[in-house]
C-alpha cells in the first residue's frame, strides 16, 4: 500500500521540462529539397528523476513560418534537477526555409527571432513513459556563422 502511495505521488509531481535556448545550428547536409541540420538546445529538467527523450514530433516554426520537424537521432538523457545542452536532429524543407525569408543559419540564430517548437516528446523517467506536449518558443543563445540556404 505504501510503494503505491509512493508511486502515484511520484507519478503526480512530475513537471514538464524546459526548453531554454537555442545554443547552435549546424548544417549537416544540403541538397535541393532538404537541408538536414543538429540543433543544440538547453532543456532544464525540473524533476527529481532523470528524463530520456527518446522520440519527437515536433515541429520548428522560424519567422512564423513551419520550416521543418525536430527529431531525436539517439536518445537523449537529462539528468534530474539540471540543464543539459541536447543535440536534435532538424529536417528543414529548402522551399520552406527559403518561403520563411531563411537564407542562412544567421538568419535562424539572430537574437530577434525566436524559434518556436509545437509538437510531442515521447520520455521516460524512472519506469514510467509519458508523451510530453511541447508548445514553446525559444531565444537563440549565440549567433553562428552564416552558411547560405
Known amino acids: 500500500m505504501c510503494l503505491m502511495a509512493l508511486l502515484l505521488q ?14 547552435s545550428v ?9 537541408i538536414t541540420a543538429a540543433m543544440n538546445v538547453t532543456v532544464h529538467n525540473p524533476n527529481r528523476h532523470n528524463i530520456i527523450i527518446e522520440s519527437a514530433d515536433v515541429d520548428v516554426i522560424i519567422k512564423e513560418a513551419k520550416a521543418g520537424k525536430l527529431m531525436v537521432g539517439k536518445p537523449i538523457q ?17 522551399r ?20 518556436k517548437l509545437r509538437g510531442t516528446v515521447d520520455g521516460r523517467y524512472g519506469m514510467f513513459r509519458r508523451k510530453l506536449k511541447i508548445d514553446t518558443a525559444i531565444k537563440p543563445k549565440t549567433k553562428n556563422s552564416g552558411t547560405t540556404i
Open 78 to 94: 537529462i539528468q534530474a534537477r539540471a540543464d543539459a545542452d541536447c543535440n536534435f536532429v532538424v529536417r528543414l524543407s529548402t
Open 10 to 23: 511520484s507519478c503526480m509531481s512530475f513537471e514538464e521540462p524546459e526548453f531554454v535556448s537555442v545554443n
Open 26 to 34: 549546424e548544417i549537416k547536409e544540403l541538397t535541393l529539397q532538404q
Open 96 to 115: 520552406e526555409a527559403i518561403k520563411a525569408g531563411i537564407r542562412s543559419i544567421n538568419d535562424v540564430m539572430a537574437k530577434s527571432n525566436a524559434v
